[in-house]
Structure formats: C-alpha cells, structure tokens
C-alpha cells in the first residue's frame, strides 16, 4: 500500500482524491490545502484526514507520496519539500511557468533521487494508448505528418487567461507532450501564429485564443496542432497520424449513440460539454500507472524531463507568435 | 454489338433508354410505348427510333433482344411474344402477378431456349454485391440470420397501390430475392404480419403498408425484414447477415457527407430523398450484366426461375398475413 | 441515509455492492450470501459487514432496504420476507420464473405496501433514456415500427441455460420490457421462431439460441426483436424507434473510437466484449432511481407489474416457439 | 445549343470529352490535340469530329466556346487566341505556371470581353456546396478557423513532378482556392514548410511531397492546409470549418457502405483509390454550371482572377517553404 498525501483540495483535487481513495493500493491519507475547510471537506468525503501544516503532509514517516494539485505557482516548491525528504511525487503540469526555475527544480529532485511523475493524463487515454500502440508496432511505417486538434467548448475568464501562461504554455503544451510521446521524437522547430477572436480582450494579456502551430520533427516528419479556447459546439479533440503504410486517427468522442431521423437530415449527439468529460478517466489510468511503477521500482512516466521538453517548445512557439517565423526548439 | 428494342416509354422506361444509349455494346434501335407520342419523344432523345407496332418492335430480323418495361399486366405477353421469335429479354418483374400465369409463361420461355433475365436489379448494387462476395467466400461462416430494412419515403398513390399486388409482391419481393441471393438457400417458411398505418385507406385493397416478415431458411437460419411505405425522413434500405464467424452489413447510405457542430448536437446530411437515387446505379449494371451473358452465351441472372421463386415466397406471405401462422412456401 | 442489505454476493451481487458503496445517500450495512466467505469477502471490501443469518439481513430496525441479486429461485422468497416485515425491495429480474408464482409474489408484496422495484437496468440506459424522451416528447410522431437487436457475445454454458427459464425469458425478455417501456403500450399478440445453431445441445433443453420474434401493439405498431446468444464479434445491442413523423435510433456501441486507414480499408474499434461492458453505468443509475423515489416516497419503477409484463410475454412468445402461430398474450 | 471544341485528348481531356456529349445544352462539334489519332478516337467516341488544325477549333463562326485541356505551358496561348476572336473560354488551371504570364494573359483575355471560366472543379462538389451554403447562410457565424486536408494516394511519376510546378503549385493550390471561395476572403500571409519524405528524388526539384500550410486571413481567422502526395491508404480530402457560433466538415468519402464484423474489430470499405472517383461528378456540374453562365450572359465563376489569386498564394507559400517564415501575399 503506497500512503498518499494530496496538496491541493480544489476541482482538480477533488478528481484526484475520488481516484485517491478508489484505488485499492492506495492508502488515503491526508489531504492539503491553504483553505483549511476545504481541506477538510475534501477529506471527510474519502475517509482521509486534514494536514494542518505543510511538514504535516510531508511527513516521509507518515507518507510515501504526494500528488500536488496546488496552484501552479507553488509546484516548483512542493515538488522540492517533497524532493528533500524522499517523498514520491505525482505533479501536475507544468513544474513551474517559468522554464528556468522548472529546470532547475527538476535537476535537484533528479538529485535527490526520488520518483517523480508529470500528470500529462491524455497519454493515459484508452484511445491515444491505442494510438501509440500501433505507431509502436509498426502498423503506419514511418510516421509522417500528424495532425492534433485541441478545441475546448468556452473561453476560460480573463481572471485564469492572466496566470495561466497564455494558450501555448497552458493548452496547446498538452498536445505538445502527445506529439513527442506519439512519435517517439523531440521537435526541432515550430511555427505558431495566432489570434484574440474569441476574446479581443486577450490581446492585452499578450495571448490569443485561436492558434495554429506546425512542428518539425527529426527527418522532416511534419506536426499541425490548432488550439481553440471557444468552440461553440462542445469539447473537441481528435488526433490523425500518418505514416509511410497507412493512418490512424482517434475520433472525437461524442457524448452519446442517438441518432434522430426526420425530414432531411439526422441529428446525433453532440461532443461532450467541456474537456472534464472526455479525458475524466485519464486521471485514474495515470495514478494507477505512477503507483505501478512505485510497486515495481521502475521509473514513472512522463517523466520531468519530458514535462521541461514539452515547456521548451511552447516557449519557441511563443516566441514564433511574435517573430512570424520558424523558431528552433531549445531543450 | 447488341440490336434492342424497349417496350414502355414511363418513368422507368426513360431510365432504361439512357442506359441503353450510354452502353458500348449496345445498339439501341427502338422504343415501342401505347402512346405513340411517349416513345416518340424518347426515342428522340436517345437517337433512336420510335416503333409504330409491336410487330415492329419484335422483329427478329431486326432486334436482338427487348426490354420489357410496360406495365405490370404486359409482362407476360410481351415476354411470350418475344421467346416465340427467338429474342433475348430482360423484363422488368414480375412476370405475372398472378403466380401460375407466371409459371406458365417462364415455363413457354423455357421451351423456347431464348435467354431471359429478370431485372432484380439490388443484387447489382455495389454493397450488396460485396455482402454476397464476403458470404460466399466464408468471411462470415454459415449464415444464421439476416436483418432486411426496406422503407420507402412516401405513401405511393392509392391508384397505384390498387395495381401494385400489394406490399409483399411489389415491395418486398426485392428483398425476398435479395435473402435467397445472398444466404444461397431457398426459405422454407414465412410468417408475415402488418397493418395499414400511413394510410388506412389502403386496407379496402386488403393491403398493409407497414410489416414484419419472418423466413426460415434450411437448417434453421432465420431473416427479418420490415418493409415501410412513408417514413417521413427519406428512403431507408440496409442489410445486416450474421453468420457463425461474425457479421457484414451494407449501412443506410447518406444523401452527402456534411457534418453541422453546433450547441450539443450534429447535424448530417439525411438519407436518399427516394429510391430511385439509392438505386440508381444498378440499373446500368445490371443492363450490362445481361450484355455481358449474351456476348458470352452464359445463362444471364437473376433467371425467370428465381423471378418465380420470389413470387412464390411473396404468395406465402400474403397467406400468412390472412392467417397469423408461419406458412409452408411452395416453389 | 437509507440502510442497505445485498442479498447474493456472486457477479452481479458485486457490482450492485460497488454501486452500494459508491452511492452518497446509502449507508451499505449488510451482505448476506449462502456462501458465507463469500460474503464477507464482499462485505470487507466496500466497509459492509456479513449478515451470519437471513434474519439479520431482514432485520427492519436495522434496514430499510434490501437488494436481491441472489439466485433466481430464491427471488419470490426474499421479496416475500422483506414485504412482511416492510422493507422497500430492489430486485433483480425475473421475481420468479414460473409466472402464477411470481403473480402471486407481486401481489402479496403489493398487499403489505413497500416499495418494489424491478432492476430492468437497461431502462437507465442514457442512450435508451434519450429514445424515451424522444418519442415522448412526440419528436417522432405516432409509433408504428420498433427493430430491437439482443446480441451476446459467446454461447453460456450449458449448466446456465438449464436454469435460465430458455432465450425468452432470459434474454428477450428484457427487450420485451424495452419495447413496452418505449412505446407506452402493452404489445396483444406475439409471434416468435428460433434455433439452435450456436449449440446444437440446447435443443434437449427445448430452448433456441437464435430467435426471430414479431410483437402487435394496439393500434397495429410492430416490433421485431432478434435474439442471438453468439455473435463472434462481440455484444451487439441496438434499437430503432419509427413513428408517422421520423425515426430515433440507438446506435451500436464500440469500444473505443480509433480508426486504421491502410490499403483499401479502414479497421475501427469493434463492439465492447460483453454484455457487461456494454450496460455497467445502468446498474448505478437504476440504484439511484430506487433511493430517488424512497426519499421523494414515490412509487418506485418499473414495477412489479412491470416484471410480470414483460414475463406474461415472454410466456406468450415460448407457446409461439411451439406453435408456430401469433398467439395473444395474457397479462 | 452552345457549339464547343476541346482542346486536348488526353486523359482530362476524355474525361471532358463525355460531359460535353452529355450535356442536353451543348453541341459538342470539334476535338484538337497535337496527336492527330488520339483527337480522332476521342471525337469517334462521343459524335463529335476531329479538327485538323488549331484554326478549324478556333473558327468563331462554327464554334461558341472552347475548352482548354491541353498541356499546362499550351494554356496561356490557346485562350489568347480564343480571347482574339471573340470565343468563350473553360480552362483547366493554372493559366500559366509563370505567375507575370499569367497575369498579362488574364489582362489580354479581359481587354477582349470573353467570358473566361477556370476550371477550379472543387468549388462544385455537392459537399463544398453546402459547406458555402452554410457558411454564407450565417450558420456558423463568423468564420475563425479552416482545417483543409489534400492526400493523393501515390506519388507521381518524377516526370510529372518536373513539370508540376511543384506541390504548392499543382496539388494545394486547388484549396488555397477553396480557402477563399469558403471564406469569402482573400488571405494576407502565408506559412508553408515541407519535406520530400514519400520520393526523395524530388528534393532535387526543390520540391516537397508532404507539407503543411497555415495562411492568415484578414481579420485574424486561421487556416490550415495538409498537403501529401502518397498516403498508402487512398486518396484523402476533408475539410473543417469552425465559426463563432458552430463548425462544419465535409467528411473524407468512403469507396462503399460496407461493415465488417468480426472478433474486436470492425472492417469497413476504404477510400476512394484516387482523386478521379472523389471529384469525378465535378467536372459535369462545373461545366453545366458554365453554359448556364453563357446562356444566361452572367459572369462565369470562378474567374480568371480567382484563379490568378490562387496562384498568387502558392507563389508566397513557395517563398515560404525557403525563407522558414510567413510570407506576405501580393496579388
């Protein structure tokens, strides 16, 4: 049984901690959180405790792991409480905004030796598993071109667009990590060019809300993202990759199997109201994987370093967005 | 090159002549209608030319073979006069919708030794001619159960309805035929039920226009097939065959592939506003199929055998539409 | 908080205990099981405790609801002990095989006045929902023809079938209670035809493994439902709904939603494996439906005379099996 | 009657060829190609005669209209001499390869007031059809976002590639076309990177056989185009478009309607094996969409402009493909 601690008691939290207390090598034990009531709440639901102090929840006597779901500013310090005391770590993205600090917080918990997982949970969704699986097997050749759509259904409020890095270090970084994992490479170069539809308001935060970006990859294999913060029509997501023997796509999901008949047309279920519904169990399949390898001694995965990779090619693509030009990725 | 001769210059007549015009091998010499003025004016648009007498349209010396596309109640005369000079023909079904004057006749052609075809022309539909292609290759084991679907968009006018036969022998004897194809077995036993829902009217001509059929096939395979006169949303057509090693079907076909996202829902792109444009290729196909059997001196099919044979199935299910009972089929 | 007892601890006693566990209006007490370890087993892992004896299980200081998913020859008992003494019942399908007892089962629970409710889960199907609110909301107009498909995947063992009361009563038969649910009518007449084609060796059983089955409905609606025990390609479920102003459909499921483009085809993911995979989410909707109307007090469905409903023709369509004939069904 | 003549036999050019025989409104009187036989064939086939010299096609006193299907460096010449002598001209794109060329025999056919058609056949696909009847209809709001996919199935001879122009110029200026058909607008910049990925061979033509396009539209919305010679899976054309209020896709078409069932998967009919089959029903509807434009003496579309703005865009991208950066549109 692996004793968890969970820092962070918010929505995403409380995702966590429903996973938390299902798994059966799990043992729930304490929840943190800066609002101490929610703390609280959140724990009563999953029969675990309340940490009254951070040295509570990082009590490596006490505990073997922490899942740190905080604000994203106070990643990098978790992450390195944790790291010092020899505490696993499972830590959602990204390590710290500013890719420097991310590096450097990484290295140090690479010396500190301990476990460290980056919750990037699309690469624990049963259809891109299945992509990666035939891409793996060989079953399309020599991957060629790949094609992600990241669209989510309504624009987040300007009060989150301000600290969340702007679209490529929050949204599209996602899709970012899915290209590398897909491929099995690093990007050499982006493109991403922009704009504030949605929201011309974004425009002031530097940021903008429809975007596409293009990926080079080692020998000329060729990546288009489009990122969409405001779809009208529901969460939309759907991935192609092709290679030199074939294709293979991952759908977008549909929120139900109706499908009504009258006149001239037919109106089946639409996409799924928002991004939570999609990628819900991702969140489970990537804890039960981190606590997999920590039963096995094996290095979790994604791992930090391909947490500061993803980052590193969000900062050229944003970099791109002001330059008009294909920019080289720098890991 | 194959000199023919059209007899019926209607709607499905015109169909005919413009298949008969576009194919290489053909050298369509005449159109013969009881309006004199009908064939006239097809046989213009098609370059050729309008016979004034039957004597005329049946001249062996002149014609090689004659599509019979007159009204239902013209078949079997038209076909007799024809076997009796010696011509080839490809007649539209059935041959008689009275079942012995029909045996009668295919009996005469028979005697006669001329080539005749009935035109079941789904069986030249391209998804239909795959599903018999994968059944008879094994893809799908031994076949135990078929799923018809035959819904047609609007109620016909019950002028017509009152010359049709009724559903089972005007409607659903295409899929009596298409069972027998695709399984390779002759049904054994039928039980048919129905109502007249779109238009009670039609229950004075002891007809029905919405019903269920069961055909038992040799061994115990089993085929449903629900045939409609007014769906409301289109022209409906698919098949399903389920066999021991698993299943093939030939999905409804769309109208275009156009895809609207907005709010929760998706709208396609409906079915075929009718049936002749789901079907309207086979016609050419299965015109060139009987081409193809004259060029080779091979028996050309559907025969006049399997025409009588889908009567018969369709004569059984009138009785057990009267009877409520799973009713013997006599071949 | 409603206080639960399980009675039966296999499979599908599981499964309800997960959802008894997981439920935030229950408090799960008991599991009683003629297995004993069986039971405690199940009981420890959700934080329930054994009952040693049906007494305990039954106890209605302790209790105020039991769950039955014990064998089905044990059902009429347990529901006549938990009526006798008030407590509120869910219970699996059927209340007994032989219909005058489950009759006379329903109608002393009825005379002592608790609630019951008959866990037809599939009612809680959100695509099946979704068809409900459609046709009643009148989106297709009048009901005139249903198509139900009930497929599994692989033939069960023949020490199953022996007790499973043969295809009608087993399988159909919740699909009987579909049909009367989705149209809001009691079907008057029934006719059905089957054979053993999967396995050979249930004919000693005098049972069918696949079944065509036709339904009347007042008014003259139709409803066909095929029945088949092996597919070989997986579980295959799905229902049409057509009506005088269009047609709703609840497409088959698949397992995921990855296509593989190569050569001249395209390879999707296929249907789930089983039955289970195909209806998990039903069991906890159909569980918090029953709590929902103890806590509102309303009458709890479907009913009782729901159960014996769609017994009654599952009844009528066994004589059928035999007869060869539309039989009327008796309620 | 509009009285035409065709120049060029081969293979486009027989495709022609038949819909100018088809079409009721059209006189098809004459065919030229430098290869006397080959005209002579063509015209045999389809009624019409062989001209055995470029003045007999150009005859303005025997001819109404010509159409221009011969080589590529041919079309620049055969419509100044139409445009001189007062003929109506359908032209296959590009004007000329040689964007000045282009422009100055554009100028030349305007100053003589012939009506000029360029043959971009795509605009009349039934499916881009609708996708401009919905975006000019308001039915997606604002447009923000087009993804444009164009994959032929395999490479071309690298004797075609020489004289192509190369990707951008041949392949993808057909949707830099439709990109602002549907739009409505005419894009500012353009980004393009490729790699030769399926063929090697052609880098030494500087050319590219897998790219990807992002151009920006004013205004700000975003489009993406993915361009591939060689897919291995058949040929592959989609197209998204997103607005504010809604998206709409012309889903890629499939070969068939048919469904393969067995074990976990799924086996469905592929794509078309090439272009032909995909925009084959095109050329039919752009031609009769031309002799209405000439019946009725409207402006045909789309126009010599739009054709010289297409070509302009690729001449940008193929900057683009060298600098690495967007490049500004100059038309």
Redesign the interface.
């Known amino acids: 049984m692996q004793r968890f601690a969970l820092i962070g008691a918010g929505f995403i939290g409380s995702v966590h901690a429903a996973n938390l207390a299902a798994h059966p090598g799990i043992d729930f034990r304490l929840v943190y959180d800066v609002d101490q009531q929610r703390a609280q709440n959140l724990a009563a639901a999953h029969g675990a405790a309340a940490a009254a102090t951070l040295e509570e929840a990082f009590d490596a006597s006490a505990i073997d792991a922490v899942f740190i779901a905080s604000s994203t500013d106070t990643h990098a310090g978790h992450l390195r409480r944790a790291a010092a005391v020899g505490l696993a770590v499972l830590c959602e993205k990204p390590i710290d905004l500013d890719l420097d600090r991310a590096r450097d917080t990484a290295a140090y918990a690479q010396e500190c030796g301990v476990p460290v997982m980056v919750d990037f949970n699309r690469r624990f969704d049963?259809?891109y598993a299945?992509?990666k699986r035939?891409v793996d097997s060989g079953?399309?050749?020599?991957v060629?071109?790949i094609?992600l759509?990241s669209?989510g259904p309504s624009m987040p409020p300007l009060s989150y667009v301000a600290v969340s890095g702007g679209q490529m270090r929050d949204q599209t970084v996602h899709f970012f990590d899915l290209a590398r994992w897909l491929s099995g490479l690093d990007p050499v170069?982006v493109?991403a060019?922009?704009?504030?539809?949605?929201e011309p308001g974004i425009a002031e935060y530097d940021d903008v809300d429809?975007?596409?970006v293009?990926l080079?990859l080692p020998?000329?294999?060729?990546?288009?993202i489009?990122s969409?913060r405001r779809?009208?029509?529901?969460y939309?997501e759907r991935i192609e990759i092709?290679?030199?023997?074939?294709?293979?796509?991952?759908?977008?999901?549909?929120?139900?199997?109706?499908?009504?008949?009258?006149?001239?047309?037919?109106?089946?279920?639409?996409?799924h109201?928002g991004w939570f519904e999609r990628v819900q169990p991702t969140y489970a399949a990537a804890l039960a994987a981190f606590v997999a390898a920590l039963e096995s001694s094996a290095a979790p995965g994604p791992s930090l370093e391909d947490g500061l990779k993803a980052q590193a090619i969000a900062e050229a693509a944003v970099l791109s967005l002001r330059?008009?030009?294909?920019e080289p990725i720098k890991y």
């Not at 079953?139 to 020599?142: A, N, P, T, Y």
């Open positions: 049963r259809d299945e992509l035939v079953g399309i050749g020599k060629e071109l094609q759509t669209r170069e493109f060019t922009g704009s504030a539809l949605a429809t975007s596409a293009t080079r020998g000329g294999a060729l990546v288009q489009d969409v779809t009208g029509y529901g939309d092709m290679g030199s023997d074939g294709m293979v796509e991952a759908r977008r999901h549909r929120n139900g199997a109706v499908s009504r008949y009258s006149g001239t047309s037919v109106v089946d279920d639409g996409l109201p330059t008009g030009r294909m």
